[in-house]
Structure formats: C-alpha cells, structure tokens
C-alpha cells in the first residue's frame, strides 16, 4: 500500500540576537532561554519535529549576542519531552574527540533528541578573531567529512582508530556510547564540495532557500551520488514562512522587511558570504547567487516562497516535497506567535494534502 510518508518540520532556534532578517522591522522574538524554552515548547505541541541551533562566536550585523550551542540545545532538550535538538558544531574550535564526547553525554541524558549540524564556516573575520586558521573553501569541507567519520567511528567502534590528514585516533574506546539510535548527522551548504560530502558521509544536507526547481538539480546530484555508495541522504530546506490569512498581508510584511533592511550591514554580509559560497572553485556555493533582497534573510528564505495565506504555503510546502525536500526549515519573524499558528493553520493542511494523495495513490493501485 502507498502511503505518503509525511514531510518533517524544523525552525531556527534564535540563539544569536537580532532574529533572522537583516531588517530593522520590529521582531517579537527574543535571543535568552526563557523565550526559548517556551518557543520549543511551543514548536512541540505544534507539530514540530527538530529545532536547528546555531553557531557563532562573534557578532555581525546584529546578531551581537550568540548563545553557543550545544550548551544551549541541552537546555532545550530539558525544557521538552519530543523535539530533537539539532546543535551546531564547526570543526575547527571543535575536534572530534570533544564533540563525540559532548554529544554521546548529551544523547544518553536525553534519551535520543540530540543531533548534530557540522557547518564548515563561512565568516572568515570570526575565524581571524578566535585565531583559528581559514582554510580554503573545500580543504574546509576535507576536514568537515573527516570531523565526521571520526565522530562517527568513536560513537559506534571500541578500539577506534583513524589516521586522517586534520585528525589522529588510536585504539580509542569512548564510553558510554550514544544510545540507539546514532544522533543524526545534518551538514550545511549548497557548494559541490558540500554535496560531494553529504552523498559519502551525511545523514542529512541543509540547504538556503530555493525554487522547486533549484531544489531538484541538487537533490538528483547528491542521491546519484549517494545511491553509487548504497546510501540515502535526506534533504532539508530553508525557509522563511510569512503566513497570514491574506496573501496581501503576508507580501506587505515581506515589503516592509525589505523596505527597512539595514544597507550597510546586507552588504557587510554580502562581503562576507562570498568567502562561502561564491568562493566555492564551481561557483555554485550557498550565496552564489542571491541578490540583496535574498541576502535580507541569511540564508535565501525567502526565495522557497513560503509567503502568503495558510492553502498558499501548504501547496508549496508540497511541490518542495515533491522536489525531494523530507524536512522543512523555517524562520519567523515573531518565532513563538507565528510557529503556533503555523501548527494551527498549515502543517493541517500540509497533512490533509498528503493524506489526500495517499488515498488517491492505493485507489489507483
Ligand atoms: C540550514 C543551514 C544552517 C547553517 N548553520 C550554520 C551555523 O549555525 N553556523 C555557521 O557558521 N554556519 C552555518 N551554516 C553554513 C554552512 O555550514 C556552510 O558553511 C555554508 O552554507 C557555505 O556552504 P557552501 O559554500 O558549501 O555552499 C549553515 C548552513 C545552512 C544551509
């Protein structure tokens, strides 16, 4: 029997301060923990299944205060009894050996709801600030995936050993190790470098925002090239969700985004990103192509149009699944009133869509 298998919801946790636009519009969410205690709260009962954490160690462009991450994802995850917590980790100010050992305490605390999201660095003045070495676009993505067969062979093998050009282990037993299952390894980027990676290493490849179609092109690269190594790698998408009950409220809202979008600081992180994405020897990294509207919202947003009213967004959300896309990631601009409404008035929709086509699919069997 055919039987859609329903598509995952995730948001950003607003850990960094200053919210996810680069917009002086008034943001009614909050960087501290008792803001986001409640939101994850929230997210929970509405119908969210992952949390995404962030990292950064130095301000830029409005986000002057950043809680780290892990640190923060456990708290999250005490504050909650079904979310999972995905918590940020960059190699570099982290090694392997630490990492395995933060995240396995982590696991075993929480009984499962922590996983990672392994960044490869994008913002070369926060690595001069922390004296950590900028390495080149994809020598940076050679040590994300030894970071992370590292990580995995100390959670799963006693006796690890590992000989790699950035990390050295020697019959390294870690106990105790992670409960089953293994925490989920996500990674970020849209480069070839990054999808080269997911395909031989990643449980899950994040990506910034896109079409259907922009979606398809990476999603058919990564899983031919997983599928030669009998993997699957499952696919989240970014998303900045503007609902409202009229798509004329929710296209002002995006205006007045735009509208008030600090210049001076969307070309400071325009400057920045290029050291990411565009920097990337194919040229087709995360911010190769975003214009300054994209660049309003970190990570393309807006472009997966998720903008207008509850049946708009709910259509959408699908024709992402139907390019591939297993989870949605999504931001807000006021994070715990608009994730309460999202619970309320799209994800339904999202399900009664998908149990529609399921019903269609075993009538036509
Ligand atoms: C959903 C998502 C979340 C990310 N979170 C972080 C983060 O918290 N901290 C960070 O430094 N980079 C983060 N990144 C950046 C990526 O790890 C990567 O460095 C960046 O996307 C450049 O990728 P590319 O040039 O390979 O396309 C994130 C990227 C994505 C798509």
Redesign the pocket.
Same mark, same amino acid.
């Given at each position: 029997m055919t039987t859609e298998t329903p598509i995952k919801f995730a948001y950003w946790v607003p850990n960094v301060s200053g919210g996810l636009v680069i917009s002086n519009i008034e943001q009614r969410t909050h960087w501290g923990i008792d803001y986001n205690r409640k939101l994850a709260q929230i997210a929970e009962a509405a119908g969210f299944e992952y949390a995404?954490s962030?990292?950064?160690f130095t301000a830029g462009y409005g986000a002057d205060n950043q809680h780290e /991450?892990v640190s923060f994802s456990h708290a999250l995850a005490a504050a909650t009894e079904r979310l999972k917590i995905i918590a940020?980790l %960059?190699p570099g100010p982290w090694n392997p050996a630490l990492a395995a050992k933060q995240i396995a305490t982590i696991n075993n605390l929480t009984e499962g709801r922590i996983a990672v999201?392994v960044?490869? !660095?994008?913002?070369r003045g926060e690595f001069s600030a922390i004296g950590e070495p900028w390495l080149d676009?994809d020598e940076r993505?050679r040590r994300s995936e030894e970071f992370i067969r590292a990580m995995r062979g100390i959670w799963s093998e006693d006796d690890f050993t590992f000989a790699g050009d950035f990390y050295r282990f020697r019959n390294y037993t870690m106990k105790p190790k992670p409960i089953d299952p293994q925490p989920e390894i996500f990674?970020?980027?849209? /480069?070839r470098?990054?999808r080269d990676m997911a395909a031989r290493v990643s449980d899950w490849y994040?990506?910034?925002g896109n079409t259907p179609e922009g979606l398809a092109t990476q999603v058919e690269d990564i899983r031919a090239k997983a599928a030669e190594q009998g993997r699957r790698v499952k696919i !989240?998408i970014?998303s900045f969700a503007i609902a409202r009950d009229t798509e004329a409220e929710a296209r002002a809202v995006l205006g007045e985004i735009i509208d008030k979008a600090n210049p001076d600081a969307v070309h400071g992180f325009a400057h920045e990103v290029k050291n990411?994405?565009a920097a /990337?020897p194919e040229g087709e !990294?995360?911010w190769a192509k975003s214009s300054f509207d994209d660049l309003v919202q970190y990570?393309d947003g807006f472009r997966s149009n998720l903008i207008g009213t509850p049946e708009q967004i709910a259509g959408r959300i699908i024709a992402l699944k139907d390019a591939g896309a297993d989870l949605v %990631?999504l931001g807000f601009l006021h994070f715990q009133e608009e994730v309460e409404f999202f619970g309320k008035r799209v994800i339904p929709l999202v399900r009664e869509l998908e149990a529609n086509r399921s019903r269609t699919a075993v009538a036509a069997e």
């Open positions: 995404l962030q990292i950064r /991450s940020a %960059l999201n960044v490869s !660095g994008w913002f676009h993505y990674q970020g980027g849209s /480069s470098a990054a994040f990506t910034n !989240g970014n990411a994405g /990337s !990294g995360n990570n %990631l």
